[in-house]
T-cell receptor, first 112, second 110 residues
């Protein structure tokens, strides 16, 4: 099925560093979502974006809906050890399948 | 806060058994979803429901069925469990464009 290209696949950073990850698609989406999944848990919705160009923050997290509607970005500032986990992007367009399309995830590890 | 609960966190079943996975949401959502998550394959949609007693096949419905008798509850049924159904099963509820996930059930079929 359709998938999003999420990069990087994994990151190993020092505590305090900023993190950037992105998702790209060949299709246009009306909604972009970013989730975080801790080991053995379900994904938790972090940020939802509904408009091209929209920039939304949730604490140290900032996400942007790309102007072309084919990409989205997530930044984490001043990373801390509890940021460790897998971050997923997901896109939605009711005109396509009507289903959420997920990226493969970015695994983030933070060294204290 | 949206709350999606799943009946078991861990489950071990034998090949050929009938398995029921239960999901309950407390936000009066119309839509509920069942996914499985496997390393390297990501999240794949098994079935979804947009109303009581309504169901739609997702991308990988083979070997599964679902039941939605009440709005808050969505059940996934493995008619005859097989080892290739060993996986993490995730329930979600909410509009298709904003889904909230439960904690997951790690199912092992031996």
């Amino acid at each position: 099925g359709q998938q999003l290209n999420q990069s990087p696949q994994s990151m190993f950073i020092q505590e305090g560093e900023d993190v950037s990850m992105n998702c790209t698609s060949s299709s246009i989406f009306n909604t972009w979502l970013w989730y975080k999944q801790d080991p053995g848990e379900g994904p938790v919705l972090l940020i939802a974006l509904y408009k091209a160009g929209e920039l939304t923050s949730n604490g140290r997290l900032t996400a942007q809906f790309g102007i072309t509607r084919k990409d989205s970005f997530l930044n984490i500032s001043a990373s801390i050890p509890s940021d460790v986990g897998i971050y997923f992007c997901a896109g939605y367009n009711s005109g396509n399948t009507g289903k959420l399309i997920f990226g493969q995830g970015t695994t983030l590890q933070v060294k204290p | 806060d949206v709350k999606v609960t799943q009946s078991s966190r861990y489950l071990v079943k034998r090949t050929g058994e009938k398995v029921f996975l239960e999901c309950v949401q407390d936000m009066d959502h119309e839509n509920m979803f069942w996914y499985r998550q496997d390393p390297g394959l990501g999240l794949r949609l098994i079935y979804f429901s947009y109303d009581v007693k309504m169901k739609e096949k997702g991308d990988i419905p083979e070997g599964y069925s679902v039941s939605r008798e009440k709005k808050e509850r969505f059940s996934l049924i493995l008619e005859s469990a097989s080892t290739n159904q060993t996986s993490m099963y995730l329930c979600a509820s909410g509009p298709p464009y904003e889904q909230y996930f439960g904690p997951g059930t790690r199912l092992t079929v031996t």
